[in-house]
């Protein structure tokens, strides 16, 4: 059974500092999302992660995928209030089809003023 | 830009009733989804679906649901006889082939009284 583990689970922050959301999971998958999730709404798509060593950079976040190591990382530079939510990283199990993902159980992100 | 419809937002029922709740995917996606999210918990996959059948189930996903394309746009899934612990919130999702991101509607909120 694929596993999917996120930390940490809840992340207090002042905006300016910069901080790490890290993803392990328990397959050889290189095939890797990142969402977010604001209150009430739906998934938004981040990042996908299709190979080793693949670094995606999105404004104050940058997403990397280490297959071997079966971790992903999730770095917020100089956080502002905007990007209070909840993200989830998700795995591809075996590619290649219509597989559904596995989430991890999502990091709730607060940054204060 | 294209997005995944969802309908109707909030469905309340009775324990034991049937629903079927409705989604169209993005017009050019042929790789289908079903989510679930049970009020602060992981996003959880239900079952995919591709070329007008089941790609993937999970372990959830049991014999009191089914899905069906019923036309060249809609994508349905049914829940036979609801039980209390089919509420929660459930996503349709869509992408355009395999291994690339899933988009998600806004989801359907679920009650079973």
């Known amino acids: 059974e694929l596993k999917v583990e996120q930390n940490p689970l809840f992340l207090s922050m002042q905006e300016g500092k910069n901080y790490t959301i890290y993803c392990n999971y328990s397959t050889t998958s290189d095939r890797l999302y990142w969402y977010r999730q604001d209150p009430g709404k739906s998934l938004e798509s981040l990042f996908v992660?299709?190979?080793?060593?693949a670094v995606k950079q999105e404004g104050r976040l940058m997403a990397s995928l280490d297959t071997k190591a079966r971790l992903s990382t999730l770095h917020i530079t100089a956080a502002v209030h905007d990007l209070s939510a909840t993200y989830f990283c998700?795995?591809?199990?075996?590619?290649?089809?219509?597989?559904?993902?596995?989430f991890g159980k999502g990091t709730h992100l607060i940054i204060q003023p | 830009e294209p997005e995944v419809t969802q309908t109707p937002s909030h469905q309340v029922t009775q324990m034991g009733q049937e629903v079927i709740l409705r989604c169209v995917p993005i017009s050019n996606h042929l790789y289908f989804y079903w989510y679930r999210q049970i009020l602060g918990q992981k996003v959880e996959f239900l079952v995919s679906f591709y070329n007008n059948e089941i790609s993937e189930k999970s372990e959830i996903f049991d014999d009191q649901f089914s899905v069906e394309r019923p036309d060249g746009s809609n994508f349905t899934l049914k829940i036979r006889s609801t039980k209390l612990e089919d509420s929660a919130m459930y996503f349709c999702?869509?992408?355009?082939?395999?291994?690339?991101?899933?988009?998600f509607g806004d989801g359907t909120r679920l009650s079973i009284l």
């Open positions: 998700a795995v591809e199990d075996r590619g290649g089809g219509a597989d559904g993902l596995t």
């Open positions: 999702a869509s992408s355009e082939w395999g291994s690339q991101p899933q988009h």
């Open positions: 992660l299709l190979s080793n060593g």
